[in-house]
């Protein structure tokens, strides 16, 4: 039987032989002093390049882990979370006596299509779920921190309609605290641009209006129901000029991009007379924003005194099937949470969460990551449903079968998107 020849390098006795053989040579000497150092120096991040292309990716990973970053304090962290703890896994559990962080009626600032209660809506129960993280507690929401902490600052949301929920509920978390001649609302740019200023902070908070992060034809804040969706390629700073100088940004884009397999991307500019579009798989065009957008943040904010948050994709609840309940429902007359913690919906894909997940791990962009897809995707009672103001005026067909125009899209305020800023408070103060 032939013998198996031990292999030349396999221990540090081998190494020691070399040196021998080789008699100290200084340049063998000064070459494995240089790997001994780059080793010790550079170990930890060579570990997490190697560990990132070879741990495979499963398919249904829908926890999203970005690269490891050099462990430095962010900019408006006063504490630090506990490292074994996932905050955005958890379970919803019943406090009335907590929840709503504040009343409806109390909240001025809510669009007339997130006030549940003002259109009739018959139950309160949404608003009495507090979420609970396993095995650590969410840190309480605390306003006045909040508005010290932004003091002197800008706060600004960018995305669409469902951000600019979570925008109005940061809103109505913080606005009870400041008084009436010290507080304004004022729109911009036009209507594109909505400023909270809080005066005797020298605070705003905002929201831009940019659906798809990047350029489209469906930029008009007001009139932007467009079917036949356009978006031009490499056109972050159409839009990004206006973002410049905030300290405390808040990303999220998704829903717009949902309208078929294949989404239509501007090569050119929209003003050419003959267009340039291509069809590319929608998930590839969700690709190409990611990139624009961590591109851009790299570029233009400065990680010694900026944050930059993007939030995960909102959940919607179309289908009732889905949860068990009967087939042609959707989010209507639901007053209940969702128990089961491996519930997915089909209107959520998650070839965009595993998108998100490739391009974060990839970049080295210090963004935190607000994953409240999942503890979202619980909450089938909490949507406007029929409980909001219709811009249409409904035929007699609709009004036979509400199921037909029920929003299960957003949110009512108060609701599950304060639970959003409840994170991200956490993730701003206590990374």
Not at 45 to 56: A, G, H, K, V
Request: charged share 25%; with cysteine.
């Amino acid at each position: 039987m032939q013998k198996m020849k031990s292999p030349p390098f396999s221990s540090s006795s081998s190494s020691l032989s070399i040196l021998r053989r080789a008699r100290l040579s200084p340049y063998l000497f000064t070459l494995l002093a240089f790997i001994l150092f780059v080793a010790v120096l550079y170990g930890e991040d060579l570990m997490c390049i190697f560990s990132q292309q070879l741990e495979p990716a499963a398919a249904d990973q829908l926890v999203i882990k970005p690269r490891k970053i050099k462990k430095t304090k962010l900019p408006f962290a006063i504490g630090r979370s506990d490292p074994e703890c996932d905050i955005f896994t958890g379970r919803w559990v019943w406090d009335e006596s907590n929840r709503p962080l504040y009343e409806e009626s109390e909240c001025p600032y809510i669009q007339p299509q997130l006030t549940c209660q003002k259109h009739g809506r018959p139950d309160k129960d949404y608003q009495k779920w507090r979420w609970q993280p396993d095995g650590c507690d969410l840190p309480s929401f605390n306003a006045t921190l909040m508005l010290e902490t932004l003091r002197g600052k800008r706060m600004m949301f960018v995305g669409d309609s469902l951000n600019r929920g979570q925008y109005v509920s940061m809103i109505c978390l913080l606005h009870s605290l400041i008084p009436e001649g010290a507080k304004s609302m004022e729109t911009f740019d036009p209507d594109s641009r909505t400023v909270f200023t809080a005066k005797d902070y020298n605070a705003t908070i905002e929201f831009y209006w940019a659906p798809f992060l990047l350029e489209s034809n469906s930029d008009n804040a007001v009139n932007h129901r467009i079917s036949d969706r356009l978006v031009r390629k490499g056109s972050m700073n159409y839009h990004g000029k206006h973002w410049k100088g905030v300290d405390v940004l808040v990303f999220n884009t998704y829903l717009w991009w949902m309208t078929g397999l294949k989404f239509k991307i501007l090569q050119g500019s929209f003003e050419d007379e003959v267009k340039d579009i291509v069809e590319v798989p929608t998930a590839e065009a969700y690709r190409m924003a990611m990139k624009s957008m961590l591109r851009w943040v790299r570029r233009n904010m400065d990680r010694n005194k900026t944050r930059v948050f993007f939030t995960s994709m909102s959940p919607s609840h179309g289908k009732s099937i889905d949860w068990g309940g009967e087939p042609n429902g959707n989010c209507y007359n639901e007053t209940s949470v969702i128990e089961d913690k491996n519930y997915w919906g089909s209107d959520s894909r998650k070839n965009i969460m595993e998108v998100i997940g490739e391009e974060f791990r990839k970049s080295k962009v210090p963004i935190s990551f607000l994953n409240i897809t999942q503890l979202s995707s619980y909450r089938k009672d909490a949507h406007t449903s029929i409980y909001k103001k219709q811009w249409s005026p409904l035929t007699p067909e609709q009004l036979a079968n509400p199921v037909s125009y029920a929003d299960c899209v957003h949110w009512c305020l108060p609701g599950l998107q304060d639970t959003w800023n409840e994170l991200l408070f956490a993730k701003m103060l206590y990374p």
